[in-house]
């Protein structure tokens, strides 16, 4: 069974661009959470994704939004970036909602804002 | 609410050594218990886990024991590889719902 799939692995961008990263979960998988890991912070919840409804959203602003689709691939976008959202990003796929459900993730999309 | 703390790095052992990172949670209810690897460059890698108290969760070499009384999770191995070399993360997930609350991470170095 093919992993968990992050795109793009690496992106730059500017202060007050935006950007979209792409996740695709393992086959069979219906939730997807989003994470955010730096240095000083370690990694940080963003959001998660069961049947195209975001069912909890960490502490992060507005700015920081995501969608899944019908076939559970999900987006995360922030718009007018900043530098301190220079970040690994990472997506994690699990079944379901089950407790004992093991989250599986991807490589990480690497952001570096400039 | 929830949380986890996890023992402050780096640690750097010889190959061989024993190694214990401690892992002490915060929990409402049964959380489930995990320790994820990061190696150099990629994303995190279920190591082991437990969904009760009492559970031993081992892969690897590695064991962690779910231990309600003392709310920890200590992961241990009995002799390290330099292949071990990695950031390990002790993570709950909350028995309310799918979030998880992950630790601050521990880097490990193995030195042969």
């Known amino acids: 069974k093919a992993g968990v799939t992050q795109t793009p692995r690496y992106l730059i961008k500017t202060r007050g661009q935006q950007v979209t990263l792409s996740c695709s979960p393992i086959s069979g998988h219906r939730s997807v959470s989003w994470y955010q890991q730096t240095p000083g912070q370690g990694l940080q919840f963003l959001f998660e994704?069961?049947?195209?409804?975001?069912?909890n959203k960490g502490n992060f602003p507005g700015r920081f939004s995501g969608r899944q689709f019908s076939n559970s691939r999900s987006e995360m976008n922030v718009s007018t970036l900043e530098l301190g959202d220079s970040a690994l990003y990472l997506c994690?796929?699990?079944?379901?909602?089950?407790?004992?459900?093991?989250?599986?993730f991807g490589p990480g999309t690497r952001l570096t804002v400039l | 609410g929830d949380s986890v703390t996890q023992m402050e790095g780096p640690v750097t052992l010889s190959e061989e050594a024993f190694l214990t990172i401690n892992c002490t949670y915060t929990a409402t209810g049964y959380p489930s218990l995990f320790w994820y690897v990061q190696y150099p460059g990629e994303g995190l890698q279920l190591l082991l886990k437990a969904t009760k108290a009492d559970d031993k969760g081992s892969n690897k070499g590695f064991e962690a024991t779910y231990r309600k009384e003392t709310t920890s999770f200590h992961l241990e191995k009995g002799s390290v590889q330099v292949s071990d070399s990695a950031v390990y993360f002790c993570?709950?997930?909350?028995?309310?719902?799918?979030?998880?609350?992950f630790g601050t991470g521990t880097s490990l170095t193995v030195i042969p």
């Open positions: 994704y069961f049947s195209e409804t975001q069912r």
């Open positions: 994690a796929s699990s079944p379901g909602l089950g407790r004992t459900d093991t989250q599986y």
């Open positions: 993570a709950l997930e909350a028995f309310t719902g799918n979030q998880f609350y």
